[in-house]
């Protein structure tokens, strides 16, 4: 666990990168490799067929395949949830649906699909 919560890990590597001579830029759109300053590396955090758009590399991930999507909320509460099953109680971590072969055929219908439904590209 990281102490503040887990804006703390990213910020320790922002500031260690800065350390570095490094410089992290962000709310900039980038369209093409050109509107970047010159670097000896660039990290991107976006969709593989958005990178080779960025990058002017085609159609080259075309047939990428997506896995299945994860995400995961956290909520500061000022009491603990009311939870009618003690199951939930004792867990720390909880995964919502109508029941488990909903939340299965989910997570297998992601997997199979390959690229979600609302993924950019």
């Known amino acids: 666990m990281a102490r503040g919560?887990?804006?703390a890990i990213s910020d320790a590597l922002a500031a260690y990168l800065e350390d570095l001579g490094g410089a992290i830029h962000t709310?900039?759109?980038?369209k093409r490799l050109d509107?970047?300053?010159p670097a000896r590396a660039y990290v991107f955090d976006?969709?593989?067929?958005a990178l080779a758009r960025i990058a002017g590399l085609g159609r080259f991930y075309e047939r990428y395949r997506y896995g299945a999507g994860v995400?995961?909320?956290d909520y500061a509460l000022d009491g603990p949830v009311p939870w009618t099953a003690d199951e939930a109680h004792?867990?720390?971590?909880?995964q919502i649906g109508a029941?488990?072969?909903?939340?299965?055929?989910?997570l297998r219908a992601a997997s199979r699909e390959g690229r979600p439904r609302?993924?950019?590209s």
Do not use: C, H, M
């Open 71 to 73: 995400y995961k909320i």
């Open 46 to 49: 976006t969709s593989p067929t």
């Open 27 to 30: 709310d900039y759109e980038v």
């Open 90 to 94: 004792r867990a720390t971590t909880v």
């Open 35 to 37: 509107d970047l300053p």
């Open 118 to 120: 609302g993924n950019p």
């Open 5 to 7: 919560g887990s804006q």
């Open 99 to 106: 029941d488990s072969a909903e939340i299965g055929a989910a």
